[in-house]
């Protein structure tokens, strides 16, 4: 039997068309189901649309029409979106499927007899927004954090569950599965939330209030309390609780959703989950989910997204001008998981032109049109490379650089997985990079144009042909949960009968996709280059300034919010710092706040580099002294002088100064 895997989106309310967010979470979800598939496992994602509540209400009736006949129309929205963006998910719940109601009366009915609800005068600060009461700590000047609006003060009789029961347990179980929340930033916060202490759950309303809901099985006057509905849709949409699904996808259950609703997924949905445990003399491991991933908010040019501010970003506009794969690489390898980004069309612009165009693209036709060139699109034989009697490779230089370049692929292969295993996607899409421009360059140190004139090398070439078509077909696998198009049209071209689940293990073990004999047929231009000049001119043309902006003055916007922008470790990586030591430094004529430095960074010849210290420190002064250098930045002339890097220094309001380690060092130290 093999291993499972179920994925959820957040079922999304009805009262806003899709948008960005949405379609991220729920291409992230397809992402990781397509990945585990590849991988394997049994998959399966399920969505949904979440139709309750006074908001859902409110945006009805502002429309003139009735909850349920509003919610058809949204909820269609949504539906018909996932297949335009290449999404597939194996099922679809609504909260106002008749099966839904079933499960969540049950549900219901069975923490009611386990005496998990009571019924209590209560009064609170509701927020329709949220669609719950915010407790005095949450609080922010007395409106609530999220939409910045004064909570009503409501006072009822209502139904409460016994939430604070369990809190103390779930404690223990987030520290004992430090992976039950994860990444950990969202873990901790969890965490203090917790610490701070909390109080039962109001998952009634009267209908005196609100009659669009689920009615309480064990009291008509009531509906139940949008929140503890729509979570209980991860188990209606398995057939809780007899239906075979549930009994096999649920303990592979992973949540996936953004930070805005953290706490009802991570503190009220597993107390639910535990009181349901106690209610069937289970265990509580039995019904807790295994993962809730947790991923940050896009913001659009650095501002929230929302309608007042006009700035929502519509997939399937974006989709239809850069296609929809392109549109899933770009979210997926853009945003660090867990942290918040910002969204623009220049960034997506740009990675679809290097990464896409020329990385991928410029790849794909260069391989497939020197194969056809020079072997008719045949994958070569290269088993030659095989010793009849022995066995074992011929130690002859290609093969033996070919053969440690399939293992280093297999190697990055592992990476690959670990990273979609642990919901880190952009790194999976960087370890794939990598190997697409390895394999650039593998054809440039190779030169099988070269190969090709000398007749008596013509094994050689079969054999680097026969490594370049291999890798073509690697990396469509490795794509394929991100660009499922992309990677079965590559597929087809290349002869190879299609990307089938399982496939990842062929990838990473001395397996071989295409077989010697395969013909490919002619490659199609898989990216081609946007011309960014040409964007922009049609967008001053259609009067979106914001998107015709030239590049400069993004980058400055980019500066200005630099400060509080964070960066991951990979980011700071790209950085190379260095100690370096002063071997003389002399003015340059005209420039009085600039000297000509050359130091000793520790390579064969001294550096040359250019520094603005001049009202600071006279060139004695800086004579045999270390600094630090950023020793891999784009030579630049400043003042007729190539400077081939820059000195570090603090700056304040005291001056400048320059940053020198602490103690001598050899020249060439790495700085981290
Ligand atoms: O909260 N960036 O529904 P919802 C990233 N019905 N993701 C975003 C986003 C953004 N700017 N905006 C929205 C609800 N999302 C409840 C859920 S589940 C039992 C009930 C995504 O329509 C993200 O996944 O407000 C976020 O968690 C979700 O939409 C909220 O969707």
Known sequence: MSERFYITTPIYYVNAEPHLGHA??????????????????????QTGTDEHGDKIAQAAAAQGLAPKAYADRISGLFRSLWPQLNVAPDRFVRTTDPGHIKVVQAVLQKVYDADDIY?????????????????????????????????????????????????????????????????????????????QGLEDLCISRPKSRLIWGIELPFDADYVTYVWFDALINYLSGLDWPDGPAFREFWPAAQHLIAKDILKPHAVFWPTMLMSLAKAEGRPAEDYLYQHLNVHGYWNVDQAKMSKSLGNVVRPLELAAKYGVEAFRYFLLREMTFGLDSSFSEEALIERYNADLANDLGNLFSRVLNMLHKYRGGVVPEAEAAVNKESGQYEPNAPWETCLGFFSWVWQQAHLYQQEMESFQFHRALSVVWDIIRATNKFVVTHEPWTLAKDPARATELDKVLFTLSQLL??????????????????????????????????????????????????????????????VQAKAAKAGQKAEARPKEAAVNDEQTSASDEQISIEEFGRVQLKVATVLAAERIDGADRLLKLSVDAGEPQPRTLVAGVAQHY???????????????????KLRGVTSQGMVLAAVGEQGLCIVSPSKEMPPGSKVR
């Open 24 to 45: 991220y979470t729920t291409i992230v979800a397809d992402v990781a189901a397509r990945f585990h598939r590849l991988a394997g496992y049994e998959a399966r994602f």
């Open 618 to 636: 006279a060139p004695e002064e800086l004579k045999g002294r270390q600094v630090v250098i950023v020793a891999n930045l784009k030579p630049a």
């Open 473 to 534: 077909a690697d990396i469509a696998v490795l794509i394929w949960p991100v660009m499922p198009e992309t990677a079965q049209g590559m597929a087809a071209v290349l002869g190879m009968r299609g990307i089938e689940p399982g496939m990842l293990e062929m990838v990473m073990s001395s397996t071989h996709l295409l077989p010697a004999g395969a013909q490919a047929a002619e490659p199609p231009a898989l990216f081609p280059r946007i011309d960014t000049a040409k």
């Open 119 to 195: 019924f209590a005068k209560y009064g609170g600060h509701y927020c329709v927004g949220c669609e719950r009461f915010l407790t005095e700590h949450e609080l922010v000047g007395g409106c609530c954090p999220d939409h910045g609006t004064t909570p009503i003060f409501q006072e009822e009789e209502n139904y409460f569950f016994r939430m604070t029961a369990y809190t103390g347990r779930l404690q223990e179980h987030i520290r004992a599965h430090p992976e039950f929340i994860r990444p950990e930033r969202y873990q901790n916060e969890v965490l203090a939330m917790l610490d």
